[in-house]
């Protein structure tokens, strides 16, 4: 939804715009135009939005090694060619197109818009057949869109291409952010043995959500280790294949969550060569991952984690604080 598209009314709604590639500073709320949900669309009403570390990436154009010209392309030369960013949401449906029939006005729901974002804005359209379903009973908006980016990737990557099962050894690099939190519990709820690394501030968190063994990456590093596991999750970007592969059991997969170009074109090479494998990719969220969700919040086996909510109009501080890598789960914005 680019500024002004599907607009059938002069009322306006606050949007953080982001007016070039740069720091915190070149984001700014402004008022643009509410859009017009299409005849199989709803307009979501957003009470709560994160700004997750591919939203701070896009508008730092701050990406992997050899990816600045690609993202480029997809994204925009000189500034994001949709300026709202944001993919995650939790709000209530404010009005449906004609041809809608499964949501109504006042449904509470969360969502997805993927690589598309336009989140954080007060208003925002999805096909109604899209990334969207009713949010989970007893959990807030807040703690409901906290659930959504780490959750969906977790899923992706430890249920779709490499799935993950009971007795499997896992070791999670970057365990105490939004994906690493989420994939931690996942894992567990697969009955896999989980190693989380972490700073040592963290391991309080990750022993609550249920870590078998957490390593300090400060005191240790797990790639000098003995220890081999069936899957390392690289959440962080800092273990790449050469340094993480001897950690890899005989068939054992290494997925690269911030994987850059030279990993993207050797993924194919290295699973045909040997039993070892190098997973990459992007996930994207759909309707069946945030039922998923949905069940797993519900059932206690999921919870999000929080590290701080702030009001929309402090949206630089939330980057700032993105930027500084040192935050733990989510940071969620509020627009009510």
Known sequence: MAIGAKCASTSGMRAAICTRYGPPSVVEIREVPNPTPKADEV????????????????????????????????FGFTKPRQPILGTDLAGVIEMVGRDVTG?????????????????????????????????????????????????TTALHFLEGDTPL??????????????????????????????????????????????????????AEDFTSGADRYDIIMDCVGNAPWKRARPRLTER??????????????????????????????????????????????????????IDRTLPFESITEAYDHVDSGRKRGSVVLTLT
């Open 43 to 74: 307009l979501i009403r957003i009470h709560a939005t994160c700004v997750n570390s591919g939203d701070a990436r896009i508008r730092a154009l701050n990406v992997p090694t050899g990816m600045g010209p690609m993202v480029r392309i997809g």
């Open 103 to 151: 949501f109504q006005p006042g449904d509470e729901v969360f969502g997805s818009l993927g690589l598309s974002t336009g989140t954080h804005a007060e208003y925002v359209t999805l096909p109604a057949n899209g990334a969207v379903v009713p949010k989970p009973a007893g959990l807030t908006m807040e703690e409901s869109a906290a659930l959504i980016f780490g959750g």
């Open 252 to 305: 054992g997969r290494l997925l690269a969550i911030s994987s850059g170009l030279s990993e993207m074109v050797m993924a194919p090479f290295v699973s045909q060569k040997n039993g070892q494998r190098l997973v990459v990719g992007v996930a994207s969220g759909n309707a069946s991952d945030l039922r998923r969700l949905v069940a797993m919040a519900e059932s206690g086996q999921m919870k999000p984690v």
């Open 165 to 218: 099962g009971a007795g499997s050894r896992i070791l999670i690099n970057g365990a105490s952010g939004t994906v690493g939190c989420a994939s931690v519990q996942l894992a567990k709820a697969l009955g896999a043995h989980v190693t989380a690394v972490c700073s040592g501030r963290n391991i309080d968190l990750m022993t609550s959500l249920g870590a078998d063994r957490i390593i300090d990456y400060n």
